[in-house]
């Protein structure tokens, strides 16, 4: 029931939670068994909170990519960000977790060799007439933490932040921040 992917986002509440450390290493320890990401599970995971909320088993939401994966070359030397948001349809059904898992991965494998594709032409190609959206729930599975480069923080020695803030217009996004060792999710829902 949550439609308006063209607000400004004044409506949306947050909430913020640290995944358990037993669970997150059970989550890698999973992921690893089964030779997928741990992103991989997380989308799969993510479908079916959305498959539950909205009682579909045939589920869509946007994932967010990098962009710069297939960004060719001299994609390095580009300053800015190559982000870019596209749909991933996830049917849910009787298939065991393993399969679904493996499925998701492998879905998402094949999503990343059109990771420059303007949502405007995934529009066009599925058949859903615009102005309805292709999806209002989105999914931002965030790599970060990781140890910087010495380099990387001498570049940024003297600079102070000041403020930051997260907004999107979609009605239901979870962001999913993988540390390397933990994980942080971030809940945004139109209230």
Same mark, same amino acid.
């Given at each position: 029931?949550?439609?308006?992917?063209?607000?400004?986002?004044?409506?949306?509440?947050?909430?913020?939670?640290?995944?358990?450390?037993?669970?997150?290493?059970?989550?890698?320890?999973?992921?690893?068994?089964?030779?997928?990401?741990?992103?991989?599970?997380?989308?799969?995971?993510?479908?079916?909170?959305?498959?539950?909320?909205?009682?579909?088993?045939?589920?869509?939401?946007?994932?967010?990519?990098?962009?710069?994966?297939?960004?060719?070359?001299?994609?390095?030397?580009?300053?800015?960000?190559?982000?870019?948001?596209?749909?991933?349809?996830?049917?849910?059904?009787?298939?065991?977790?393993?399969?679904?898992?493996?499925?998701?991965?492998?879905?998402?494998?094949?999503?990343?060799?059109?990771?420059?594709?303007?949502?405007?032409?995934?529009?066009?190609?599925?058949?859903?007439?615009?102005?309805? $959206?292709?999806?209002?729930?989105?999914?931002?599975?965030?790599?970060?933490?990781?140890?910087? $480069?010495?380099?990387?923080?001498?570049?940024?020695?003297?600079?102070?932040?000041?403020?930051?803030?997260?907004?999107?217009?979609? $009605?239901?996004?979870?962001?999913?921040?993988?540390?390397?060792?933990?994980?942080?999710?971030?809940?945004?829902?139109?209230?």
């Amino acid at each position: 029931g949550l439609e308006d992917v063209h607000g400004e986002g004044t409506e949306i509440g947050e909430a913020r939670v640290e995944v358990d450390q037993g669970l997150g290493r059970r989550l890698r320890e999973s992921a690893r068994k089964l030779g997928v990401s741990a992103a991989s599970v997380c989308h799969l995971a993510w479908a079916q909170v959305l498959g539950r909320l909205s009682g579909r088993q045939d589920v869509v939401f946007g994932t967010v990519l990098f962009g710069r994966m297939q960004g060719g070359e001299g994609a390095d030397r580009v300053m800015g960000l190559f982000i870019n948001t596209l749909p991933v349809r996830i049917t849910l059904g009787n298939a065991g977790v393993e399969a679904s898992v493996r499925s998701t991965h492998r879905l998402l494998g094949e999503l990343m060799r059109h990771e420059h594709a303007s949502l405007a032409l995934a529009q066009r190609c599925s058949g859903v007439a615009a102005p309805s $959206p292709l999806f209002s729930a989105l999914l931002n599975y965030r790599h970060g933490g990781q140890t910087e $480069p010495a380099e990387a923080k001498q570049a940024w020695e003297g600079v102070e932040g000041i403020y930051g803030e997260e907004r999107t217009n979609y $009605p239901l996004t979870l962001s999913v921040d993988d540390l390397g060792e933990g994980f942080w999710l971030t809940a945004q829902v139109e209230a």
